[in-house]
């Protein structure tokens, strides 16, 4: 069954911890992204990649990290330096990454801040 | 700057209920507005795509209505049930972007 899994479901960071929210997609997509979403908020690209080791930073890079490795995995980490960390968490792929895809979403981590 | 607008922010019907959902957008140049549905705490899914020839789109109950003049969008949904409570989302991707802009939502709750 093709689809995006991301894990955990919840994660909590302690203070000066860095954590890793895992994405994986077996639809085959050269596109993955990031997003943020916040209580009222839209979603907010963190970061993107349109093709094995290249992505590019979206509009609240600062604070992440990514990598992208292979084409199925696009990993993100949640580093110290991001204060204000507790939100959820969407991984997303499309076919190509040109703009115009349907999108495909995983389920989303929860992070919070213990 | 690309901005998408959606209104209400909330709305709360009876199951049964009709309702409709706006989106006005300024993204340019366009080259298409897809409605997505988002459940609490999962992520969003597709429910239609609109092309700049495209006025009225349908998927089951959802129709979706396109004016690419006055860059407005509608959602409506007929014959509510519970199960379409959610979040919906609408998102307007620009010729040559390779992001597309996201709305704030628009949060539905269909009551018993």
């Known amino acids: 069954d093709g689809g995006i899994t991301q894990s955990p479901k919840y994660l909590f960071r302690k203070e000066g911890q860095n954590v890793t929210l895992s994405c994986e997609q077996n639809l085959n997509h050269d596109a993955m992204y990031w997003y943020r979403q916040d209580p009222g908020q839209g979603l907010r690209l963190i970061y993107y990649s349109q093709i094995v080791n290249d992505f590019q930073k979206g509009d609240i890079a600062e604070g992440y990290s990514v990598s992208r490795e292979k084409k199925e995995s696009f990993p993100l980490t949640v580093t110290s330096a991001q204060k204000n960390p507790t939100a959820f968490y969407l991984c997303?792929?499309?076919?190509?990454?040109?703009?115009?895809?349907?999108?495909?979403f995983g389920s989303g981590t929860q992070l919070s801040v213990l | 700057k690309n901005q998408v607008e959606q209104s209400p922010q909330s709305l709360i019907i009876l199951e049964g209920k009709n309702c409709t959902l706006q989106c006005n957008y300024t993204v340019s140049p366009f080259s298409n507005l897809r409605w997505y549905k988002q459940d609490t705490g999962r992520g969003p899914v597709s429910l239609t795509i609109?092309?700049?020839?495209?006025n009225t789109k349908s998927n089951g109950r959802y129709t979706a209505t396109l004016d690419a003049d006055t860059k407005q969008s509608s959602l409506h949904i007929t014959a509510s049930q519970l199960s379409d409570s959610a979040s919906y989302i609408c998102?307007?991707?620009?010729?040559?972007?390779?992001?597309?802009?996201f709305g704030r939502g628009t949060s539905l709750i269909v009551h018993p």
């Open positions: 997303a792929s499309s076919i190509g990454g040109t703009g115009d895809e349907k999108l495909f």
């Open positions: 998102v307007v991707s620009a010729a040559g972007s390779y992001i597309p802009t």
């Open positions: 609109m092309t700049f020839s495209e």
